[in-house]
């Protein structure tokens, strides 16, 4: 008997990840679970706390790097209907975290109601987008959140509003807790305008950044700071198009490192690595990833 023997509509042994993130790289999970429901979601966790099993979230895989070797743990995904509801409120809307952000920025633009828009074209869930603290030049995903629903390491559903989810730049203090669902603030306006800066935001990153379709996970480190991108100081090393194997360093936008086919994340892991050491070799400047490696 395994530990998930009864719950084999939800949790399947030994699952490939690499179709499961936007690298298509890395190996399986000892177990991927996608439970029907939060009851389920709240099962799943008491059982591997008791068994001692590591536990991962994954949203839409957009942000996340898996070793060769996979993961040996448990991996969470809320890919099931109960976890993709999208409400409309008087002031905003009630999303669940399984929910696809290209989707929802979408919906709430055609629906003329503003304040995601400054995500456009950034991939993720919504559970994704929370934790991480998605975002860019033109804004961020804590902006427009009211409250949170989380389920902590113990199974206990908990709600937070933003001030207590240590929001920062590109991160939250979630914790070992798992986003289900969240409020949005969202305001009213003129959906005609909103259309507009919706395309003038997607516009502004399909031109600078390498095309959805490859393989990559967005911007591999944090800017150091306001004034100073990753992007830039990467460029400015004369790393771009820099190769390892089948990764390389976008000739586009430095920040991103796309995969060839073919490729493996010891190739990717590598030129991390390598960008890594030629600009605190060249400028002082260590950086932080943005990326998960798992
Ligand atoms: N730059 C270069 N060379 C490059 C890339 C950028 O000189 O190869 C310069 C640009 O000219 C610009 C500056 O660096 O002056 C910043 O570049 P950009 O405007 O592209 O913004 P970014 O800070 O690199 C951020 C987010 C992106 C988000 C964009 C647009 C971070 C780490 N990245 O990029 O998010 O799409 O703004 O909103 O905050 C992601 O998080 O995965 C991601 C792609």
Known sequence: MTLFDDLRDCCRPNVPLAPLTWFHLGGPARWLIEPRDEPQLITVLHRAREAGLPVR??????????????????VIR??????????WTTDG?????GVHLTKLVRACVHAGRAGLEVIAGIPGTVGGGIRMNCGGRFGQMSDSIRRVRLIDRDGRVVERR?????????KSQLGDAMVVSAEIELRPTD????????????????RSQPALEQQS?????KNPDPQRFAGRLIDECG????RIGAAEVSPIHANFIVAHPGGRAADVIALIEHVEEQVYSRTGVRLEREVEVW
Do not use: H, M, T
Request: net charge positive; hydrophobic share 50%.
């Open 162 to 170: 933003r001030d207590e989810l240590g929001f920062g730049y590109r």
């Open 217 to 221: 996970a967005g911007c591999i480190f």
């Open 93 to 97: 809307a009630r999303v669940g975290a």
């Open 191 to 206: 959906s005609r305008a909103l259309v507009e800066r919706f395309k003038e935001i997607w516009l502004a990153k399909s």
């Open 78 to 87: 809320l890919a099931a209907p109960a976890f993709q509801q999208l409400e």
């Open 239 to 242: 790393l771009k198009g820099r």
């Open 57 to 74: 979230f994954l949203g839409l895989g957009a942000n996340v790097l898996v070793r060769d070797a996979g993961v040996d743990g448990a």
